[in-house]
């Protein structure tokens, strides 16, 4: 369902999911040590909303950050909506509930209020009386306008959660101006074939986090409409969850975060113990690898190459195994004889049988 709703979000460009801030905080620990004295840019983030705004402005001396910069694009969905850094009839305020695109830019936190901590009172006070933080924006503060472009320039690393249907078009801006990242994205994205080839070269890989998991979404989401909108039970069964307050959440599966920053589990082998024999890893018909189910099952004792599920990829340490190739097989045919004979329809489809996706891994000697 997940996967559909995704495809969904993407031909309405409904794909407005918030990170919460506990799920930032979760992730970001694990990469402290490659923040001290570099430029941190939010550049898909709302900076009054964002809890990417918010983890790196709280945390902003901590890090040692030499400037941190967030930038609002035209008609943020929930601008003003969470957070109100400024007064009401200030011209700060102005500027965020109109929506248009503005940058903020911070270099400096102290603690203003004398209160022994630096947080999100400090910022608020920064914002508030420093004219040169905020600035409005002359494009649409689109992450591919020449502004925001500019910015990205400056910056050392990016974080923050893209479009999901706008994901191999801002992967492609990173690479081509060589910087680091850590950004969320569903993990089928992987399949891309733009992706697949930066995990094979080992020029992008897999950060701590993957699997379900929960975003805010704005009011004007639409859920679809063959979902009984009054049943909650319902709703929370297929992925969406309106809290007490009315609020609605967005539980999507297969979320992962994708970096080229450094960190330890990467270098983490995985543990084998199973053993190989034909009868339990059958060989494809139309390549010769065998078939893998689970990562859990990676034989031991097997030098050759092997199909493995994509979810591989949260545990693939490049030291232990080398990625080959992907492809798309199916298991119709194992269903019926235990075989995974592959029998293709000229169009590619097989059946009408869904294809599931192998990424072709041998281990390193």
């Not at 559909?4 to 694990?30: G, I, M």
């Not at 082998?269 to 690898?289: H, R, S, V």
């Not at 990562?295 to 190459?305: H, L, M, N, R, T």
């Amino acid at each position: 369902m997940a996967n559909n709703s995704l495809k969904a979000a993407k031909k309405a460009k409904a794909d407005e999911f918030y990170t919460q801030l506990s799920d930032v905080e979760n992730e970001l620990r694990h990469y402290k040590r490659h923040f001290r004295d570099k430029v941190v840019f939010c550049n898909c983030d709302d900076p009054y909303e964002s809890n990417f705004f918010k983890y790196f402005a709280m945390n902003f001396n901590q890090l040692g950050l030499k400037k941190l910069i967030a930038t609002c694009y035209d008609g943020s969905p929930i601008c003003d909506t969470q957070l109100s850094l400024f007064d009401t009839d200030s011209e700060q305020s102005q500027l965020s509930k109109t929506c248009v695109p503005h940058k903020i830019v911070i270099t400096e936190v102290t603690d203003v209020n004398g209160d022994g901590a630096v947080n999100m009172g400090d910022v608020e006070w920064l914002i508030k009386n420093d004219k040169n933080v905020l600035t409005r924006l002359k494009g649409n503060g689109d992450f591919r306008s020449e502004e925001c472009v500019e910015l990205l320039k400056e910056a050392d690393i990016v974080v923050t959660n893209p479009p999901f249907s706008l994901f191999r078009e801002y992967v492609a801006q990173l690479m081509a101006y060589k910087k680091q990242f850590l950004i969320v994205g569903n993990q089928n994205a992987i399949t891309y074939k733009e992706i697949f080839k930066l995990i094979k070269d080992n020029e992008l890989w897999l950060g701590f986090k993957s699997g379900h998991t929960l975003f805010e979404v704005p009011e004007s989401y639409q859920i679809p409409d063959f979902y009984d909108k009054t049943n909650r039970s319902k709703l929370r069964s297929n992925g969406y969850i309106i809290d007490e307050n009315g609020k609605l959440w967005r539980n999507l599966g297969n979320i992962c975060w994708f970096t080229n920053l450094e960190h330890s589990k990467r270098h983490e082998n995985i543990d084998l113990y199973k053993f190989y024999d034909p009868e339990n890893y059958p060989k494809y018909d139309n390549y010769d690898a065998i078939n893998v189910d689970k990562v859990a099952e990676i034989p031991i004792d097997y030098d050759g190459i092997m199909g493995v599920p994509i979810s591989f990829l949260d545990k693939y340490n490049p030291e232990q195994f080398e990625i080959l190739d992907a492809r798309d097989f199916t298991d119709i045919e194992r269903l019926k004889q235990k075989n995974y004979a592959l029998v293709k329809d000229a169009d590619g489809s097989i059946n009408g049988k869904a294809k599931y996706a192998r990424i072709l891994i041998r281990k390193i000697q």
